[in-house]
Protein backbone atom coordinates (compact mmCIF):
# COMPACT_ATOMS: atom_id res chain seq x y z
CA UNK A 1 0.00 0.00 0.00
CA UNK A 2 1.54 3.93 -1.16
CA UNK A 3 1.27 6.20 1.74
CA UNK A 4 2.70 9.23 2.22
CA UNK A 5 2.43 10.79 5.78
CA UNK A 6 3.62 14.28 6.30
CA UNK A 7 3.95 15.47 9.95
CA UNK A 8 5.52 18.78 11.80
CA UNK A 9 2.84 21.30 11.22
CA UNK A 10 1.31 23.61 13.85
CA UNK A 11 1.15 27.09 15.12
CA UNK A 12 4.16 29.49 15.31
CA UNK A 13 4.34 33.08 15.77
CA UNK A 14 5.93 35.50 12.24
CA UNK A 15 9.44 34.71 12.19
CA UNK A 16 9.76 31.02 13.96
CA UNK A 17 10.56 27.85 12.22
CA UNK A 18 8.59 24.32 11.56
CA UNK A 19 10.14 21.54 10.01
CA UNK A 20 7.41 19.37 8.02
CA UNK A 21 8.50 15.58 7.39
CA UNK A 22 7.13 13.26 4.70
CA UNK A 23 7.19 9.63 5.20
CA UNK A 24 6.91 7.79 2.44
CA UNK A 25 6.63 4.14 2.10
CA UNK A 26 4.96 1.46 -0.79
CA UNK A 27 7.04 3.05 -3.65
CA UNK A 28 10.59 2.92 -4.55
CA UNK A 29 11.44 6.37 -3.33
CA UNK A 30 14.52 7.07 -5.62
CA UNK A 31 12.16 6.82 -8.80
CA UNK A 32 10.01 9.45 -7.89
CA UNK A 33 10.07 13.29 -7.29
CA UNK A 34 8.35 14.53 -4.09
CA UNK A 35 7.08 17.97 -3.85
CA UNK A 36 5.44 19.76 -0.79
CA UNK A 37 2.75 21.51 -1.65
CA UNK A 38 0.25 23.90 0.14
CA UNK A 39 -2.98 25.29 -0.17
CA UNK A 40 -4.82 28.48 1.94
CA UNK A 41 -8.64 28.03 2.25
CA UNK A 42 -10.34 29.82 -0.91
CA UNK A 43 -7.17 29.97 -2.70
CA UNK A 44 -5.69 27.21 -5.33
CA UNK A 45 -3.07 24.35 -4.33
CA UNK A 46 0.75 26.56 -4.86
CA UNK A 47 3.55 24.25 -5.11
CA UNK A 48 6.11 24.91 -2.66
CA UNK A 49 9.06 23.19 -3.09
CA UNK A 50 10.01 19.88 -5.32
CA UNK A 51 12.59 17.69 -5.10
CA UNK A 52 14.03 14.65 -6.91
CA UNK A 53 15.14 11.81 -4.94
CA UNK A 54 17.41 10.25 -7.41
CA UNK A 55 19.68 13.26 -7.54
CA UNK A 56 19.17 15.70 -5.66
CA UNK A 57 17.43 18.39 -8.18
CA UNK A 58 15.66 21.22 -6.19
CA UNK A 59 12.91 23.83 -7.16
CA UNK A 60 11.48 26.44 -4.72
CA UNK A 61 8.63 28.55 -5.55
CA UNK A 62 9.96 32.50 -5.69
CA UNK A 63 7.81 33.00 -2.21
CA UNK A 64 9.81 30.87 -0.06
CA UNK A 65 13.52 30.68 -1.50
CA UNK A 66 15.72 31.53 1.15
CA UNK A 67 13.73 30.67 3.66
CA UNK A 68 12.66 26.90 3.20
CA UNK A 69 14.57 24.22 2.44
CA UNK A 70 13.93 21.06 0.83
CA UNK A 71 15.49 17.79 1.05
CA UNK A 72 15.63 13.83 1.03
CA UNK A 73 17.18 10.93 2.58
CA UNK A 74 16.53 7.82 0.83
CA UNK A 75 17.85 5.56 3.85
CA UNK A 76 14.72 7.05 5.55
CA UNK A 77 12.41 7.34 2.17
CA UNK A 78 11.65 10.54 4.22
CA UNK A 79 11.05 14.35 2.33
CA UNK A 80 11.94 16.88 4.79
CA UNK A 81 10.73 20.90 4.24
CA UNK A 82 12.73 23.36 6.66
CA UNK A 83 10.76 26.36 6.92
CA UNK A 84 12.25 29.20 8.34
CA UNK A 85 11.34 33.12 9.11
CA UNK A 86 7.44 32.27 8.62
CA UNK A 87 5.02 34.52 7.89
CA UNK A 88 1.54 34.77 8.46
CA UNK A 89 0.71 34.39 4.16
CA UNK A 90 2.61 31.02 4.37
CA UNK A 91 -0.25 29.53 6.70
CA UNK A 92 -2.22 26.66 4.42
CA UNK A 93 -2.55 22.97 4.72
CA UNK A 94 0.68 21.69 3.56
CA UNK A 95 0.99 18.64 1.77
CA UNK A 96 3.39 16.08 -0.10
CA UNK A 97 3.21 14.64 -3.47
CA UNK A 98 4.93 12.78 -5.98
CA UNK A 99 4.97 12.03 -9.36
CA UNK A 100 7.40 9.18 -10.86
CA UNK A 101 10.17 10.13 -12.93
CA UNK A 102 9.82 14.47 -13.31
CA UNK A 103 11.86 17.13 -13.09
CA UNK A 104 11.72 19.23 -9.90
CA UNK A 105 10.74 22.11 -12.19
CA UNK A 106 8.51 20.79 -14.26
CA UNK A 107 6.69 18.76 -11.03
CA UNK A 108 5.93 22.37 -9.19
CA UNK A 109 5.48 23.92 -12.28
CA UNK A 110 1.88 21.52 -12.64
CA UNK A 111 3.27 19.52 -15.71
CA UNK A 112 2.31 16.79 -14.70
CA UNK A 113 -0.61 14.76 -12.27
CA UNK A 114 -0.10 13.79 -9.14
CA UNK A 115 1.13 9.79 -8.44
CA UNK A 116 0.03 10.05 -4.81
CA UNK A 117 -0.18 12.10 -2.11
CA UNK A 118 -0.87 12.90 1.75
CA UNK A 119 -3.48 13.98 3.79
CA UNK A 120 -1.73 17.23 4.39
CA UNK A 121 -0.79 18.70 8.09
CA UNK A 122 -1.87 21.98 9.18
CA UNK A 123 0.77 24.97 9.32
CA UNK A 124 -0.62 28.62 11.28
CA UNK A 125 1.72 31.44 11.55
CA UNK A 126 0.34 34.09 14.15
CA UNK A 127 1.19 37.65 13.70
Known amino acids: EVQLVESGGGLVQAGGSLRLSCAAS????????IGWFRQAPGKEREAVSCISSSDGNTYYADSVKGRFTISSDSAKNTVYLQMNSLKPEDTAVYYCATVRGSKPILYCSGSYYDDYWGQGTQVTVSS
Open 26 to 33: GFTFDDYT
